[in-house]
């Protein structure tokens, strides 16, 4: 493939994350999107007013059935990827789905053998991978913080209710790339303990626990429910902490003490350094490498076996909710 040529694209779903796609993508030197489908009256209305250049449909069929479309974006409800992904490879695209990939691990193996039987690319867009953040909370967790010693988030805000997924697989799945990215262990048991507070919802309130053969330990706060939207992350080291504010893009990193085997535990106040973040939009990144991954063949940085560990371990979530925090042992292939 000419890595010069653009790729005709179509964007499904044009919901509350389709128009971040549709707009980097019109943005992008690398895609040219043709259609854009919706179900909604109201979201194809905006859609037309906003791109009265680009074919607006309420059938998929319309994008799939279309030789000339090689790329498709899904972004619709999570309960809908399998069918769509599925039908969109059997039609020999390449397919970038929305987060959660699936909604079972067995519905994410179902879509990497399709893909591999195929020849056809499948991504799955953990945005927060490619945030000038997290990449930069990898190089550091790697080179300069020692050993990794913990990862402990609060993820939580008054709002978007689902219906069809509960609160980690809406908002955990976010620390879960982020952990899946920075960090090279993988969790053998995860235990989760939350509420449904809300008639007719799934789980609004949750915490979940990531258990390591290694001395590590993830934990991750979500709720729905909370007064103040709070977004912070903190990565513990032998040698220095990683403190995340997502609501303001830094990360500082605070020395701790050296002499952590004396006979006690000391603290001291230590310098804050505060280190320059890439600024480059994080859709564009993941269009660049899911274009460049297509032209070559190599895997990209969110590819679908991360989105399976990332299904898998929410799977075991929903079994350790149902049993009141119960340890569910996992078994992630990398």
């Known amino acids: 493939m000419n890595k010069n040529n653009k790729l005709a694209a179509a964007v499904i779903g044009f919901g509350y994350w389709g128009p971040n796609l549709a707009r980097n993508l019109i943005d992008n030197e690398n895609f040219d999107l043709k259609y854009i489908c919706d179900s909604s009256a109201r979201s194809r209305k905006f859609a ?9 449909t309420d059938n998929s069929r319309d994008v799939l059935s279309d030789k000339s479309i090689s790329t ?4 619709t409800p999570p309960s809908t990827h399998f069918a769509l992904a599925k039908e969109a490879l059997n039609c020999e695209k390449n397919v970038l789905v929305e ?3 699936a909604s079972s691990s067995l519905e994410c193996k179902e879509l990497i053998d399709l893909a591999n039987r195929n020849g056809c690319l499948l991504m799955v867009d953990h945005t927060f ?13 790697s080179s300069s913080i020692g050993e990794l010693l913990y990862y402990d988030s609060v993820r939580i805000n008054l709002g978007l209710f689902q219906k069809d997924v509960n609160v980690l697989w809406d908002l955990a799945v976010h620390d879960l790339a982020i952990l899946d990215n920075i960090c090279k262990f993988r969790p053998i048991a995860v235990s989760a303990t939350g509420h449904a507070h809300v008639k ?11 258990f390591y053969k290694e001395p590590f330990i993830a934990h991750i706060h979500c709720s729905w429910m909370a007064p103040v939207k709070i977004r912070k992350t903190l990565v513990g080291g032998s040698q220095k902490m990683l403190v995340y504010d997502d609501l303001e893009p830094t990360i500082t990193i605070n ?16 310098d804050i350094f505060i280190p320059k973040l890439e600024s480059k939009e994080a859709l564009d990144l ?14 990209p940085l969110t590819d679908a076996q991360s989105g399976l560990r990332l ?11 149902s049993q009141n925090g119960k340890p569910i042992d996992l078994h992630l292939i990398d």
């Not at 498709?72 to 972004?75: R, T």
């Not at 020395?255 to 106040?269: A, G, I, M, T, W």
């Not at 371990?313 to 929903?318: D, K, Q």
Request: proline fraction near 6%; glycine fraction near 4%.
């Open 48 to 56: 037309t007013q906003k791109y009265p250049q680009i074919k607006i």
């Open 72 to 75: 498709v974006f899904i972004a």
């Open 99 to 101: 987060k959660p990939l």
């Open 129 to 141: 991978a490619y945030t000038g953040a997290v990449r930069k909370m990898r190089e550091l967790s």
């Open 200 to 210: 007719g919802y799934p789980c609004n309130t949750a915490y979940m626990t990531l």
């Open 255 to 270: 020395p701790q003490n050296q002499e952590k085997y004396d006979l006690r535990v000391n603290y001291r106040s230590a």
């Open 286 to 299: 993941m269009l660049n490498e899911f274009y460049q991954s297509i032209c070559t063949g190599s895997p």
């Open 311 to 321: 299904v898998s371990i929410l799977e075991g979530a929903n079994i350790s909710l």
